[in-house]
């Protein structure tokens, strides 16, 4: 591969280290209430793919929108999402991100790019597609990223959208995150053609696939489509594996221990930029050890902190719902 590591600063790799450890450990600090009960609903852990969220928001711009899944941790702090805000919305608390009102799947903050997570599996597609609509016709300088899991690939809602993105020219781009399960499904019983980036062909748009734990390529992957001069649709398929269950109620039996420890021994995202901070930019393994502690210890502030803020009061119940 092209080592991009020649033309990154230390202190921008070292940006993006931190980023992924603070999804990492966001997310483990997150299964420990979860795992003591203190979360209300079910929970999408990120833990895995953080190279994905990390390297694609890198390269945006503030007023470039994402709009994410039902596993959305990683891409809301990927686009510089308040933690303690999060914290505080998956306790249900009215300093949450949503007022504590919207859970897990619905982490938003329009002011910073971030359209928000969605429960409906393919439900971004059409969102997405309206606002990069939008985007062209006002003739702005910025793009829309549009994140989704293998799975929802086979929805009709994705089938649309790529037509109408490759017909109109949008600018769009689709980040498939394939993790190669959708659920307790595995991809080759549900897709007779399982290279993702091959769907983009039969709309006419660029399909690219990548590996999505080496943030060097994810990140330069996009760099490269972003300054581009004309603005064209592309699908981006990064590959990737889930290190946690589905959701909070997954017992995994459809996938060996053994597959799991593959993936988490050898494909670590995280361990894959240790790997290189200390061989090619000289970092020690003393000072990545200290910026995790340091990270950890601050998320682990941040939660305690939201975990006792207060609930919101009865009559936030129902503002903005509409009957
Ligand atoms: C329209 C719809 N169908 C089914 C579900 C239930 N559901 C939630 S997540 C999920 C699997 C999604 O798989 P994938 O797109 O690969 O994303 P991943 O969970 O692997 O990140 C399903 C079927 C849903 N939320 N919405
Ligand atoms: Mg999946």
Known sequence: M????????????????????KIRFFEDILDDYNQQGQIHGTIHLYNGQEAIATGICQALKQDDLVLSTHRNHGHAIAKGVDTYQMFAEMFGKKTGTNGGR???MHISNHSLG???GNGIVGGNFPIALGLAQAIKMKGEKRIVVCFSGDGATNEGTFHEAMNIAALWQLPIIFVIENNQYAMSSPIEKMMSVPNLSLRANNYGM?????????VFEVFQT???????????????EAQTYRFKGHSRSDQEVYRT???????????????HMEEALMSDYD???DALEQLKQK??????VEAQRAFNDDAPEMEELTRNIYA
């Open 222 to 236: 996009m760099q490269n489509l972003v300054h581009r001069e004309a603005f064209t649709p592309v699908l981006i």
């Open 206 to 214: 660029k399909g690219i696939r990548i590996n999505g734990n080496n």
């Open 114 to 116: 971030f359209i928000g």
């Open 295 to 300: 990270i950890y210890g601050e998320l682990l």
């Open 283 to 285: 970092i020690k393994k």
């Open 257 to 271: 221990d053994d597959e799991v420890s593959f993936w988490k021994n050898y494909y670590d995202p995280i361990e």
């Open 102 to 104: 919207g859970g897990s």
């Open 2 to 21: 092209l080592m991009e590591k020649d033309i990154l600063k230390k202190s921008h790799v070292l940006t993006f280290y931190q980023e992924m450890l």
